[in-house]
């Protein structure tokens, strides 16, 4: 009974954060600079990729487990471009940085809004912005790294190790973390965002439910919107060789919006104040709302 009685509170309250006026602008002008800065953010992974050797189909892989099918082809092809060389490729990196830092710049004044508080100098947030795009492009290629080096380990102790039951536990191990240690790099990234985002210091523990809150929807909005258009949407009728790009702009958006709710989530304390209330301020609550 009591639990139900919080999560009604929770709900009324999640539901008053979402009619905030924030919630109807900041997710739409963050999913538009993500949009921008999300291809050469691939092309900047995929380019350091292939200096290190790692497979072309790694990023192909990853963003096939979340991302709609119709979406990765307007994604992968320029992810894959390795004939950039010496100075070219300086150039080539410096550019994808500043484009791509345009979205993390977005976040940053996305949370300055949610928390109230002044931006500082533009100089100081770009620097923020390029550091934070930096964080976006080890956490690829962290998820890159995981099943590629993880293959290769498994074939390494196979190798070496003959033992069939012994090989057997190391992979069936392998396979079972692999997705725990994809969700946690993350649940660990978007804490590490929303803590650095905002122009003022913030405590990392008070970003932990909007970061676990963000890591789980996103995973379950992307998988049930993905299902949605490859089996039932049928935007090619309207939009024809525009529907796999207002398919982008769409998951865009939910990412977006999930990302500004979980800032929101933080910086109003809601989820820590729902699961600290004792029974005289579950009814307080409850009176206050009628």
Not at 33 to 59: C, D, M, Q, R, Y
Request: net charge positive.
């Amino acid at each position: 009974m009591k639990k139900s009685r919080k999560m009604k509170i929770f709900l009324r309250k999640v539901i008053s954060i979402i009619k905030l006026p924030e919630m109807r602008i900041l997710p739409g002008q963050l999913a538009f600079f993500l949009v921008i800065s999300i291809i050469p953010l691939i092309a900047l992974v995929g380019a350091i990729g292939s200096e290190f050797n790692l497979p072309s189909t790694s990023i192909k892989e990853i963003l096939e487990s979340f991302v709609p099918s119709g979406v990765i082809n307007y994604l992968i092809p320029t992810g894959n471009n390795s004939n950039i060389v010496n100075f070219n490729m300086i150039i080539f990196f410096f550019a994808a940085f500043i484009l791509a830092s345009n979205g993390t710049y977005s976040i940053i004044n996305t949370s300055n809004e949610i928390y109230k508080v002044k931006d500082s100098s533009e100089l100081r947030r770009r620097a923020k912005a390029v550091l934070m795009t930096l964080i976006l492009v080890v956490l690829f290629l962290f998820l890159i790294l995981v099943p590629a080096f993880g293959d290769v380990l498994i074939k390494i102790i196979t190798t070496s190790i003959h033992s069939d039951s012994l090989t057997g536990l190391v992979e069936n191990t392998y396979r079972i973390l692999e997705y725990p240690i994809s969700l946690f790099l993350i649940y660990y990234n978007l804490k590490l965002l929303y803590t650095i985002a905002p122009d003022t210091k913030i405590s990392s523990r008070s970003t932990i439910p909007g970061a676990l809150f963000t890591t789980i929807m996103w995973l379950i909005s992307s998988k049930i919107y993905a299902f949605y258009v490859d089996y039932f949407a049928n935007y090619n009728v309207f939009y024809g060789a525009m529907s796999n790009i207002l398919v982008l702009l769409i998951w865009v958006y939910i990412l977006a919006y999930i990302f500004t709710l979980g800032m929101c989530f933080n910086a109003t304390g809601v989820i820590q104040e729902t699961l600290r209330l004792n029974k005289n301020d579950i009814e307080e609550a409850l009176k206050k709302d009628k």
